[in-house]
């Protein structure tokens, strides 16, 4: 799957089960993860067990930014916006005001 930040593209890997959204991206190698909620919550992010620092990106059902946050491995983010999809991206990213849906697999 396919999405484009600002101008950027990366191909995400789709967090749809609870195993894949509980494991997130702990004791892993960096890729990109996009987690799918099927109804719009707040969520509690951590970077417990992750080795690298993540950009975190909130977005609602039509993929408008709502927050995103870049955090380093061991720390908690509690969101401040009900957010359908979470992107979470093992780069640093700034000025993070648009993405867009590409294509899925």
């Known amino acids: 799957m396919k999405i484009k930040i600002n101008s950027e593209e990366f191909e995400v890997i789709p967090c749809i089960s609870f ?3 509980f494991r997130g991206l702990m004791f892993s190698r960096k890729k990109n993860l996009l987690f799918i909620f099927k109804i719009k919550s707040r969520q509690f992010i951590h970077t417990f067990f992750v080795f ?14 709502l927050e995103y946050k870049y955090i380093y491995p061991f720390q908690i983010y509690p969101t401040q916006n009900k957010a ?9 990213l700034e000025n993070v005001n648009k993405v867009t849906y ?3 697999n």
Not at 57 to 64: G, H, M, Q, R, T
Not at 84 to 92: A, G
């Open 19 to 21: 195993f894949s959204k």
């Open 52 to 65: 690298f620092p993540i950009t975190i990106i909130f977005l609602d059902e039509a993929y408008n930014v």
């Open 84 to 92: 359908k999809y979470i992107i979470e991206i093992p780069k640093k």
């Open 102 to 104: 590409i294509c899925g």
